[in-house]
Antibody
Framework: EVQLVESGGGLVQPGGSLRLSCAASGFSFSTYEMNWVRQAPGKGLEWVSYISSSGSSIFYADSVKGRFTISRDNAKNLVYLQMSSLRAEDTAVYYC?????????WGQGTLVTVSS | EIVLTQSPATLSFSPGERATLSCRASQSVGTYLAWYQQKPGQAPRLLIYDVSNRATGVPARFSGSGSGTDFTLTISSLEPADFAVYYCQHRYTWPYNFGQGTKLEIK
């Protein structure tokens, strides 16, 4: 069974940093592209970042470019999202999702709240 | 970047009725379009990919159509479990944007 479990969310002050992790199981992790998608409270979905299976290709939404860094560890079946210079508008549930042309499996999400 | 517009923001139907949801792209996305369903407190679920292909386990009452810039998700006979928010999403070029969503509510 495919499972994606996010962790690392919480309350952080504006300008602070946080690292999210996503633990994957139930599939051959190293052969899949992975993504982070977020959803602000009561709002729609925003694709935040993409990483290819090898990590050699990475994309970011303009809203997070230069502040967020996606990475992965294929030996540990983990994908990360390092977030820095956080702003109030980064407050959202962050989902990890597997990509096979589309986002076919999603984790349950981890809440990031940016507030003083 | 390609913008997807879903209208209207909310649709009201009764169970058993046929629902048609719209998604329009600001430029052609070919057939690289998907639909997701999201229920309150849950992660989104892939319903339809490449315009008209149902994802694993998706009931046959869900169907998709369209090409280029205009796309439609049809639910042939609404069941109580279908009342949710539906998002379209393209994968033509990065950023792979989502539409803003259409909420399907019970009349």
């Amino acid at each position: 069974e495919v499972q994606l479990v996010e962790s690392g969310g919480g309350l952080v002050q504006p300008g602070g940093s946080l690292r999210l992790s996503c633990a994957a199981s139930g599939f051959s992790f190293s052969t899949y592209e992975m993504n982070w998608v977020r959803q602000a409270p009561g709002k729609g979905l925003e694709w935040v970042s993409y990483i290819s299976s090898s990590g050699s290709s990475i994309f970011y939404a303009d809203s997070v470019k230069g502040r967020f860094t996606i990475s992965r560890d294929n030996a540990k079946n983990l994908v990360y999202l390092q977030m820095s210079s956080l702003r109030a508008e980064d407050t959202a549930v962050y989902y990890c999702a597997r990509y096979w042309d589309y986002l076919d499996y999603w984790g349950q999400g981890t809440l990031v709240t940016v507030s003083s | 970047e390609i913008v997807l517009t879903q209208s209207p923001a909310t649709l009201s139907f009764s169970p058993g009725e046929r629902a048609t949801l719209s998604c329009r792209a600001s430029q052609s996305v070919g057939t690289y379009l998907a639909w997701y369903q999201q229920k309150p407190g849950q992660a989104p679920r892939l319903l339809i990919y490449d315009v008209s292909n149902r994802a694993t386990g998706v009931p046959a009452r869900f169907s998709g159509s369209g090409s280029g810039t205009d796309f439609t998700l049809t639910i042939s006979s609404l069941e109580p479990a279908d009342f949710a928010v539906y998002y379209c999403q393209h994968r033509y070029t990065w950023p792979y944007n989502f539409g803003q969503g259409t909420k399907l509510e019970i009349k």
